[in-house]
């Protein structure tokens, strides 16, 4: 096979013109190529007269070796697929392990060890997505908060409510297979080889419902609406977990444990810190939504093409003379901004597309980066705590009734409380309080924020028109907290391995499921 890359392809082209392109570049008939495979395609953007698609494929010839030589392309190379092979099983545990958490790292974790023939339990706080979907919308009709099943926790974990974005800054060999099962569970096939993967929320969830039916049927015990209470060690390491069901407290004998609890899960962080589990804090970010018209900032990325092209989005970062820096975050082209709490009293931002992408506003998170310094002291949940006092600052802020504050950005320049919206109109629901982000957040994110957003609109015209919407607030970007674990994927409890985002070992959909596959593979081959 012969992979050639930086194929320019017309907005117009299909797979036939790129055919014709990849054999013109080896000097070589169309016909010659008896397989074409699609393995990137990304937008090219930087001339707005002049947009077009940048293409690599994979070309399958006779006499490859021959051909690639004669063509003389630079642009080409022998190429040969890695297909990524769990390790067998030799772990020989007198138990189950127990998978606790069924976001991304937990579903992996669980269906990588299925297969290999070690079913695991798996213990979900929340319901099953679909009783979840029902909660959630409750929550952001009728304000009426579910701690257990919201946005943060239930079957498929905080990314079941988010754009479904599938991009990661990783370069590991097990993302193709991450890839490669989302397809085969119902994501679109354009997730492979898409420069900016998306599933899109509506679809997520579908795909997490048939991995849940895969892991039925190969053996595992899911327990829904169980939260993990305690870990109970031995000698040996890890001998039992506490668990609260529905019908009261139980143990579960085990010698293996995955802890792919969330980001959000603050009280198994309790429980980590009483128990012993050595953790550190670790730095994240918080800020804001801010909302613009999807039409505008398309116009702007792409110009006159824009119609041509899906609804784009943006990456934005700067590092400012103050020493802080800002970014966007978790942009959601066509999307909404969600209520995302997991706690009573505390107001939580994120944004949520769906497959289409096609709503009139595109959002991103607007934050600023935090760490231990800020934190105000040394204790591992520092982070936490310093969380839960913004969430509780922006709760209040709203009127203590969900409705999120909201300021527009020419006001939050001008240092003014906004009174209504201008042409965007904000989505957040179930409403939104027009207010200013002092009080919200502390000054020194406020300062930072007003500092970026010319820097910001200097490379995307439009970012701080004056109608744009901030609202308030974005706490959780990550995990506040590392739980710390050696080379073989165990903290020092032995048995005990700590996984995904919430254990400070990822950001994100792909990278959590590699993770959750890479803690499988140390529990597989546990002695």
Known sequence: MIRVRDIPLPLSGDLEQLKKRAARLLNIHPGQISELKLARRSIDARNKSDVHYVCTVDVTVEKEGQVLARSGCRKAELFAPQSYEFPAATAKLPHPPVVVGMGPAGLFAALFLARAGMPPILLERGRPVEQRTADVERFWTAGQLDPASNVQFGEGGAGTFSDGKLTTGTHDGRIGAVLAELVAHGAPEDVVWSHKPHIGTDVLREVVKSIRHELAALGCDIRFE??????????????????????????????????????????????????????????????????????????????????????????????????????????????????????????????????????????????????????????????????????????????????????????????????????????????????????????????????????????????????????????????????????????????????????????????????????????????
């Open 226 to 527: 169980s939260r993990l209470c305690d870990i109970k060690c031995g000698p040996d390491g890890v001998e039992c977990v506490s668990v609260e069901g529905s019908d009261g407290l139980y143990d579960i004998a085990c010698e293996a444990v995955i802890l792919a609890h969330g980001h959000s899960a603050r009280d198994t962080f309790e429980l980590l810190k009483r128990i012993g589990v050595p953790m550190e804090q670790k730095p994240f970010a918080i800020g804001v939504r801010i909302e613009h018209s999807q039409q505008v900032v398309s116009r702007s990325q792409y110009g006159p093409a824009w119609e041509q092209l899906p609804a784009s989005d943006y990456k934005l970062a700067c590092h400012l003379p103050s020493g802080r820096s800002a970014f966007s975050f978790c942009v959601c082209p066509g999307g909404q901004v969600v209520a995302a709490a997991s706690e009573q009293g505390g107001l939580v931002t994120n944004g949520m597309s769906l497959r289409a992408r096609d709503g009139a506003n595109i959002n991103g998170g607007f934050l600023v980066g935090v760490g231990p310094e800020d934190f105000g002291g040394s204790d591992p949940l520092a982070g936490v705590r310093f969380q839960q006092k913004w969430e509780q600052a922006a709760f209040v802020h709203g009127g203590s009734n969900w409705r999120a504050p909201a300021q527009l950005v020419g006001d939050f320049l001008e240092k003014r409380a906004s009174t209504g919206p201008g042409s965007v109109l904000p989505t957040y629901r179930p409403g939104v309080t027009w207010t200013q982000m002092e009080g919200c957040l502390p000054g020194y994110v406020i300062d930072t924020l007003r500092q970026a957003l010319g820097v910001f609109d200097r490379k995307l015209h439009g970012f701080a028109a004056p109608d744009g919407v901030l609202t308030g607030v974005e706490t959780r970007s990550s995990s506040p907290v590392r739980i710390l674990r050696d080379d073989r994927c165990q903290s020092a409890m032995q048995g005990l391995y700590p996984c995904g985002e919430g254990a400070g070992y990822a950001g994100g959909i792909v990278s959590a499921a590699v993770d959750g596959i890479r803690v499988a593979e140390a529990v597989a081959r546990a002695k």
